[in-house]
């Protein structure tokens, strides 16, 4: 029997993995950047030039000399001459000349001679070619400054930020078409026990699909990693041990989703043991669902035993994998490893826990009374996949709790 | 001068929009399993068959006929003949005889003639092979029966439900390995404006690059449609008619970002109008940013008309076109077109607005005082891309509100 390691926390389980993990070599390679949505940041965005690159017009209407309109209002306008019009997408050749005035639309740059808008509903457009001025303007009203928005030479964004739609607009608006990326992390799954076929096969009496393989592969895609799923190991620990070294030499990190018998467990951990040092760190969690979880580092690659029972393999596939894998992108990890959660909610009934134990529970979140959510627990007997399948969300009951009592207000975390 | 409609609410635009799109047909395609992720059902997922398909110990422990372990305690033990071991994966070919129990493992099959599972942490075996059983079981305990988690012929999933990672352990369950999706509509993009080149070009003075293509373009991506950027075309009603009519030809939707140019607004107009009936819905939507926005249903196919500056673009697309791609994948919208809040959080300070119009803000989401959310408003002059990429959030100032004051609750949107 392989030495049972005590039971650690989340939290401190987590941390024994960042600290082999230390601050990751990152292999970086360029994103076009049609294709970097949702793609790590591999080094910090600075800006190359400043934006806007010229002063622009914030509004319709006419580009002026401030000074020109002063003293100007409804009783006692300032007549300017209208000495054309900005086009689009160009600096005017000509000066303003004192006593003039040019029509100028939304983002039009400012010709030179001017440091002013007054927009087109505080002015007439006569007859005569003059433009009545209704209002005062001040220096720069209305008017966006060169390197208003960036300025040259400035960090926009920090590597390890995950790029949203709206940052590809900045990278648009920068110039950056090429972007430098973490490479994906490539980590391979493997399923066992002896009960299993794959989701396209028949299972005979006794037998199940394998359910862990597909949802912790997807976990891993939306992470940002690039799954490997090598199939179905029976429970024999020679075997589970040449396909885990196999996969575990071609890729960056392993997660083995192991059967749920005890004795299956133990064979993993004996093959996680043999897979290089300095290998398991923590055997243990205590967390419900998902305390048979194992979290190793061998050969510089971390490595994951996961429970078998879906329930408990997607919960600490969620609570342990994805922020490892986060950690390889070189994305910021709060302590400990927990994701923010996406909101808060209050619980419709009361949910038991253990002091000194981190309950994870799958809810459905509902409109509760007074415009504030409500978390319906989704209890199944046996953590079942399909409990997982009608809920929408996680709720997390800390572990300094004996559990919540239904109004407590909880922490709802999405997947 | 084209018609200028009357302003509407944002959520009267949606409507009309949804009106005429009703309910579409749906055109799906077969997607693998580890490609459904983030697919929407084309059809309602019906379980073929019940899980678990036989009934299976809950525990690590010994398979029992329950009524043999009637008055067992600590003080008083039954004892049962040890028969063997249930192999994962099978059915024991034998019927548990009276007297006698078989050891069993977690997700294993029960023998025929047992209807419990005593857990082994509440029995002691001898070394006579004899099993001694320290606690009565009632029939079922810790066995998952039959079609517990599904029965056949359940609906499991609704059309139009977006798979996530624990769907497709579902459907892997299942043996569902070849999912109907809808097809992703397909929406052309068009940018307008003589002041744009594409992110790659180099602008002269005057000239900026073009950053509504590149972010609506990665929002209908992450909404599920499939979005083709036809490029930037100039200030000419003709050549944009051309253009967007062979864009309309070949996709299922059409985005034109408008230059911010009045002449420019009222082109794309006249060019939406000119692209089939019924034509123009909504011009002018209460909405800030974002006022200038045209929402229009040509020959069939949704047309969107958005500002060119990038926050008021990318505040309606995330608004009123993302909604209307979730129609066309046969997702459920609610009224009004608004996707629900991520969560709420307490402004930071005071944020003005008007009554009758809605407003959204970009915010950072920080730690507030009580461990509730805190929303920083990133106010900028001019609605400047940075000002979106600086912030994590969108917060909504209700149409019916004067503005909001700092402490109220608002919610907090995410994109």
Not at 119 to 126: A, G, K, W
Not at 317 to 345: K, N, Q
Request: charged share 20%; hydrophobic share 45%.
């Amino acid at each position: 029997m392989p030495e049972l390691f005590t039971v650690v926390s989340p939290d401190e389980a987590f941390e024994r993995l960042r600290a082999q993990i230390g601050d990751p070599i990152l292999r970086l390679e360029t994103a076009p950047l049609p294709r970097a949505l949702g793609r790590t940041l591999g080094r910090a965005l600075v800006a190359i030039e400043s934006l806007p690159a010229f002063a622009r017009s914030a509004m319709d209407g006419y580009a002026v000399s401030a000074r020109q309109t002063a003293g100007a209002s409804e009783s006692s306008p300032v007549y300017l001459r209208l000495a054309g019009e900005v086009r689009m997408g160009s600096i005017p050749p000509e000066v303003l000349a004192p006593g003039t005035c040019m029509r100028i639309h939304t983002g039009a740059a400012l010709p030179r001679g001017a440091d002013a808008v007054v927009m087109v509903e505080e002015t007439n457009l006569l007859e005569s070619g003059e433009v009545e001025v209704l209002a005062s303007v001040a220096p720069g009203e209305d008017v966006v400054q060169t390197g208003e928005d960036v300025t040259a030479g400035s960090a926009v964004l920090p590597a390890g930020h995950r790029l949203r739609a709206v940052d590809l607009g900045g990278l648009a608006a920068l110039g950056v078409t090429n972007v430098a990326v973490a490479r994906r992390p490539r980590v391979a799954v493997l399923s066992t026990g002896d009960e299993l076929v794959p989701p396209e096969g028949h299972p005979r009496p006794g037998e199940v699909r394998d359910v862990n393989g597909p949802v912790v592969c997807a976990m891993l895609g939306q992470a940002g990693a690039e799954a490997q799923h090598r199939g179905i190991v029976p429970d024999d620990e020679e075997r589970l041990l040449a396909a885990a070294a196999a996969a575990l030499a071609e890729t960056d990190g392993l997660v083995i989703t192991a059967g749920s018998s005890v004795s299956l467990r133990d064979a993993t951990a004996r093959v996680i043991a043999r897979l290089g040092g300095p290998g398991i760190l923590v055997h243990g969690v205590a967390v419900k669902p998902g305390k048979p979880t194992i979290l190793a580092y061998c050969g510089g690659k971390p490595v994951f035993g996961l429970p078998g029972n879906p329930v408990s393999a997607a919960v600490l596939c969620w609570r342990m994998v994805l922020p490892a894998v986060r950690l390889l992108l070189g994305e910021p990890v709060a302590p400990g490893g927990l994701p923010p959660p996406v909101g808060s909610a209050r619980l419709a009934q009361n949910v038991p826990s253990r002091s000194g134990r981190e309950d994870y529970v799958a809810v459905r979140i509902e409109p509760g009374s007074g415009g504030e959510a409500q978390a319906v627990p989704a209890f199944a007997k046996s953590n079942l996949i399909f409990s997982l399948v009608r809920s929408g969300a996680l709720i997390r009951i800390p572990r300094d709790t004996g559990g919540l009592l239904a109004g407590e207000p909880v922490d709802v975390y999405a997947w």
